[in-house]
């Protein structure tokens, strides 16, 4: 009875298992805010990639060439392309996310 007694009124180990619990729970919730912002952050750098490249003016134009020499003559006519602006081009770099939006799915719960 009296080892019984001595168990129930033991108390050592019970405050480092909440601390520990308490850590462990921290780290967790630190954790998972901290890869939501790294997700965050890494979506945005890649829309200021995105960004950067659809800036890009790829028009061109060229007009007819044409070559002489001993054997005649070679004409090569002109060409040109107009690049039009795309969905989403106005973004600038740092700011919006050039319509990028992340979408976290909602959870089904069984009933």
Same mark, same amino acid.
């Given at each position: 009875?009296? +080892?019984?007694?001595?168990?129930?009124? =033991?108390?050592? *180990?019970?405050?480092?298992?909440? =601390?520990?619990?308490?850590?462990?729970?921290?780290?967790?919730?630190?954790?998972?805010?901290?890869? +939501?912002?790294?997700? =965050?952050?890494v979506v945005?750098?890649?829309?200021?990639?995105?960004?950067?490249? *659809?800036?890009?003016?790829?028009? $061109?134009? $060229?007009?007819?060439?044409?070559?002489?020499?001993?054997? *005649?003559?070679?004409? %090569?006519?002109?060409?040109?392309?107009?690049? %039009?602006?795309? =969905?989403?081009?106005?973004?600038? #770099? *740092?700011? +919006?996310? %050039?319509?990028?939006?992340i979408a976290? #799915? #909602?959870?089904?719960?069984?009933p």
């Open positions: 009875m009296k +080892t019984i007694r001595q168990l129930w009124q =033991d108390e050592t *180990g019970v405050i480092a298992t909440t =601390d520990l619990l308490f850590i462990a729970t921290l780290l967790v919730i630190g954790t998972i805010v901290g890869l +939501t912002s790294v997700r =965050d952050q945005q750098e890649l829309a200021d990639v995105a960004v950067g490249i *659809g800036s890009l003016n790829q028009s $061109y134009s $060229y007009g007819t060439i044409t070559v002489t020499f001993a054997g *005649g003559t070679f004409t %090569a006519p002109g060409s040109s392309f107009a690049d %039009a602006t795309d =969905d989403c081009d106005e973004g600038e #770099a *740092g700011g +919006t996310s %050039a319509c990028i939006s976290v #799915a #909602a959870s089904h719960e069984s």
